[in-house]
């Protein structure tokens, strides 16, 4: 497993480094924050960088090859100026699931309201509702099998956004936001985790469960 802390200062101090002034944020996301990181997973950094250029992305590439584990490397990057245009929709879920290490998010985005954020939620119900129909219909079933574990991967972020719509608590974790839904929402998403290490899940149960939640969930928000 990665240090991830030692990880972020070390890189911190190399982009800072060659960027000087023009570093504006480091933060982090995805599994390491939510201390859920396994020996295959991505490390997940979210940079800004002022007035950003072709030659700054070689610069960070650079960087990240520098301190190791590059083939982990994954996360965002933009220009200040960019991120202040950012599309509102998926500025809740960014505030939410990104660490500040370096800089204040909040300071560079723009303002969002909660239509934006149900909007967030429809359009990736949108997006996961037409990717599962599309696969079925159109590839051979042992593909449809290897993909589906993929696919669930964004149940988590849903399931979360669709109990902030009603609670208004930003869940951070899987294991917590099992304790807080009930019924489909719970169903779909233990459904999510277990398919990470399951080879041989029952493909027709699955798929069918995850496609009577999309058909609900649409209706819900």
């Not at 449809?144 to 609670?167: D, G, M």
């Not at 929402?185 to 233990?190: G, I, M, N, Q, T």
Request: proline fraction near 2%; include cysteine; charge should be negative.
């Amino acid at each position: 497993m990665i240090r991830i802390e030692e990880y972020i200062d070390e890189l911190t101090d190399i982009l800072a480094d060659a960027f000087g002034e023009r570093l504006v944020y480091i933060g982090l996301q995805g599994s390491y924050l939510r201390n859920e990181a396994t020996e295959n997973s991505d490390i997940d950094i979210m940079a800004v960088i002022d007035d950003i250029s072709v030659e700054d992305l070689d610069t960070y590439r650079q960087a990240l090859v520098s301190i190791g584990n590059f083939d982990k490397s994954c996360g965002f990057i933009c220009g200040r100026a960019d991120l202040s245009h950012w599309n509102p929709l998926e500025l809740c879920h960014l505030l939410n699931t990104t660490k500040d290490y370096y800089g204040e998010l909040k300071n560079l985005v723009p303002a969002y309201t909660m239509e934006d954020e149900r909007n967030y939620v429809k359009f990736s119900l949108n997006n996961l509702y037409h990717e599962i129909c599309h696969h079925y219909i159109h590839a051979d079933r042992e593909h449809n099998i290897s993909r589906l574990p993929v696919t669930c991967k964004s149940v988590f972020y849903i399931v979360q956004h669709l109990h902030y719509l009603r609670t208004g608590n930003f869940v951070p974790t899987k294991r917590e936001l099992l304790e807080c839904v009930q019924d489909e929402d719970k169903a779909v998403l233990e459904l999510s985790i277990s398919l990470r290490n399951d080879d041989g899940y029952d493909f027709d149960r699955a798929f069918s469960l995850l496609f009577r939640w999309c058909q609900s969930a649409l209706a819900r928000i």
